[in-house]
């Protein structure tokens, strides 16, 4: 297997040769075989979800089925953030220039423009630098936090600010800008979930981004809500939505392993009678 340390991650999308197996060493006991997938990157997953959506537990609980199981897998948040953009961060979270408090918003309109294109330079830094050599170390790529959602919230802030273009070409545009560095998923698992109850999940919890008990965020909720499903749409073969309502975050997280698993396990080659028992073990049927 790829060494199991944390890359940091820009490429095109999952399009490589079908992976291959090699050969496998008999199973020690009390431990999973160890597999090796024989692919030049690794199979990129990002965890989609509004705040509370239960993303980041999720993907660790899924992150954990997977590895014992055998692969190798990164469970990421957010990398290091070094110089120019580290001090561009703590900018933009100490003095942001939309306002989190009261009905929230921008001062001038303009101000959102500037906001989402600062941001997506940080992202740009966290796609080029961060996922990217994960991939190359790694059988499988976890994004705790999602990569359309960025997308989702500079399309709500802009067509806040700006609503006389259409909602539609405002997306294009931003994907357009975004294009010659954006780190598509393979796949993008959308853990759907209503806003309402993402949002009393957030407050039970005290985390979610921001005040999740604030009325900037009770306003926001819905309109990011219906963004997020707009971009979803968008990138809809990449997309698989999981239902969460109130399942237990350990039932949902076996269903995105299952699939993550089943996108692992599907362009194998028939294998070799003598590896019949460890494949079972991998890939049940």
């Not at 802009?158 to 600010?161: A, G, M, Q």
């Given at each position: 297997?790829?060494p199991g340390?944390?890359?940091?991650a820009?490429?095109?999308?999952?399009?490589?040769?079908?992976?291959?197996?090699?050969?496998?060493?008999?199973?020690?006991?009390g431990?999973?075989?160890?597999?090796?997938?024989d692919g030049?990157?690794g199979?990129?997953?990002s965890?989609e979800?509004?705040?509370?959506?239960?993303?980041?537990?999720?993907?660790?609980?899924?992150?954990e089925?997977?590895?014992?199981?055998?692969?190798?897998?990164?469970?990421?948040?957010?990398?290091?953030r070094?110089?120019?953009?580290?001090?561009?961060?703590?900018?933009?979270?100490?003095?942001?220039?939309r306002?989190?408090?009261?009905?929230?918003g921008?001062?001038h309109?303009?101000?959102?423009?500037?906001?989402v294109?600062?941001r997506l330079?940080?992202e740009?830094?966290q796609?080029?630098?961060?996922?990217e050599?994960?991939?190359?170390?790694h059988?499988?790529?976890i994004?705790d936090?999602?990569?359309?959602?960025?997308?989702?919230?500079?399309l709500?802030v802009?067509?806040?600010?700006q609503?006389?273009?259409?909602?539609d070409?405002?997306?294009?545009?931003?994907?357009d800008?975004?294009a010659?560095?954006?780190l598509?998923?393979?796949?993008?698992?959308?853990l759907n979930?209503p806003?309402?109850?993402?949002?009393?999940?957030a407050?039970a919890?005290g985390?979610?981004g921001?005040?999740p008990?604030?009325?900037e965020?009770?306003?926001?909720l819905?309109r990011?809500?219906a963004a997020?499903r707009r971009?979803?749409?968008?990138?809809?073969?990449?997309v698989?939505?999981?239902?969460?309502?109130?399942?237990?975050?350990p039932e949902?997280a076996?269903?995105?392993?299952?699939?993550?698993?089943?996108r692992l396990c599907?362009p194998?080659?028939?294998?070799?009678?003598?590896?019949l028992?460890?494949m079972?073990?991998?890939?049940?049927?």
């Open positions: 297997m790829r340390t944390q890359g940091s820009v490429g095109p999308p999952h399009h490589a040769a079908p992976a291959t197996l090699a050969g496998p060493p008999g199973p020690s006991a431990r999973a075989p160890v597999w090796r997938l030049p990157r199979l990129l997953v965890t979800g509004v705040w509370g959506a239960g993303k980041t537990t999720t993907a660790e609980l899924a992150g089925q997977l590895r014992a199981t055998g692969f190798t897998v990164a469970v990421l948040h957010y990398g290091p070094p110089g120019t953009i580290g001090r561009l961060s703590e900018v933009l979270e100490a003095q942001p220039l306002s989190r408090t009261g009905a929230g921008y001062a309109a303009h101000h959102a423009t500037v906001d294109l600062l330079c940080r740009a830094h796609h080029q630098t961060f996922y050599p994960a991939l190359a170390e059988d499988v790529v994004i936090h999602g990569v359309y959602s960025k997308i989702a919230w500079a709500t802009l067509t806040e600010t609503p006389n273009p259409p909602a070409e405002t997306l294009q545009r931003l994907l800008i975004v010659p560095w954006f598509h998923p393979d796949l993008a698992v959308f979930t806003w309402p109850l993402a949002r009393e999940r407050i919890r985390r979610g921001g005040n008990a604030a009325i965020r009770l306003l926001f819905p990011y809500s997020y971009v979803l749409d968008a990138h809809h073969p990449r698989l939505p999981i239902r969460v309502d109130l399942r237990e975050a949902v076996a269903e995105m392993a299952a699939a993550i698993t089943g599907a194998l080659p028939a294998p070799r009678p003598r590896d028992d460890e079972s073990a991998l890939c049940p049927s």
